[in-house]
């Protein structure tokens, strides 16, 4: 399976689904991610401590060779548009960009934050122009370097430890990681900007697979990530 992941911020990518995206990997698939921004202003609360302070390019030179050596972990490639965060504002140029990704890799799936991840408005925007490039990738009207592909399936991934009552955000997918949890540990640990990634989501993962042993039968299963589709279509 060919699977493209959009990523509001550095590590999103990994602290939402990195169990997902070995699995994906060791089973033979690829997954290009790309991020939208380097999370450089709300994203890396380690960096912005230090005295002196650094500058913004000197945290995004920071971030990014984070997200590359998590990425490897991974098993995955990794971009950054560089868009900026905090406000990540997706304009219509940027969502051709975007929309030009997919008909490049041409992704089976595309997995992003959740639709209504309304504590974090960088979240919202990413996925709102996921979607949007996802429903008109295939129009021929809309002209960009790379030719029309077929519609791709758009998943969503967690939301923010803790935010879930607000936002609304309830898996209907469990993907077990327990066999590749301290993979994705390592790869997390990679991010050093956000210290708490590593305890915050052994903490979720280990809450998803007691979820996932009782709603979806997952007996063995120690650690899980969770997934909301968008539509009732099955998924391979
Ligand atoms: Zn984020």
Redesign the pocket.
């Given at each position: 399976m060919k699977v493209l992941v959009f990523?509001?911020?550095a590590?999103?990518f990994c602290s939402r689904a990195g169990g997902a995206i070995i699995k994906i990997v060791e089973a033979g698939g690829s997954v290009d991610i790309y991020d939208l921004s380097y999370?450089e202003r709300?994203?890396s609360p380690a960096l912005w401590v230090r005295d002196p302070k650094p500058t913004i390019d000197e945290v995004k030179a920071i971030r990014k060779q984070e997200m590359e050596e998590a990425a490897e972990i991974l098993g995955a490639t990794i971009n950054c548009y560089d868009f900026g965060?905090s406000p990540l504002v997706v304009s219509p140029e940027r969502q051709l960009q975007m929309l030009d990704t997919i008909r490049e890799i041409k992704p089976e799936l595309v997995l992003s934050?959740w639709v209504n991840d309304v504590m974090?408005p960088?979240?919202v925007e990413t996925t709102r122009a996921a979607l949007w490039a996802c429903s008109y990738c295939n129009a021929g009207g809309i002209e960009t370097a790379h030719e029309p592909v077929g519609r791709p399936r758009l998943i969503c991934y967690e939301t923010?430890m803790g935010t879930s009552p607000i936002s609304g955000f309830v898996p209907d997918l469990y993907v077990d990681i327990t066999d590749v949890f301290a993979r994705k540990i390592e790869a997390l640990k990679k991010l050093a900007a956000q210290p708490p990634l590593p305890e915050v989501y052994e903490i979720l993962n280990r809450y998803r697979a007691m979820e996932a042993q009782h709603m979806a039968g997952m007996s063995d299963c120690r650690y899980a990530e969770g997934f909301a589709r968008i539509g009732k279509e099955p998924v391979a």
């Open positions: 990523s509001a911020h590590a999103d999370g709300c994203e965060d934050h974090h960088d979240h923010t």
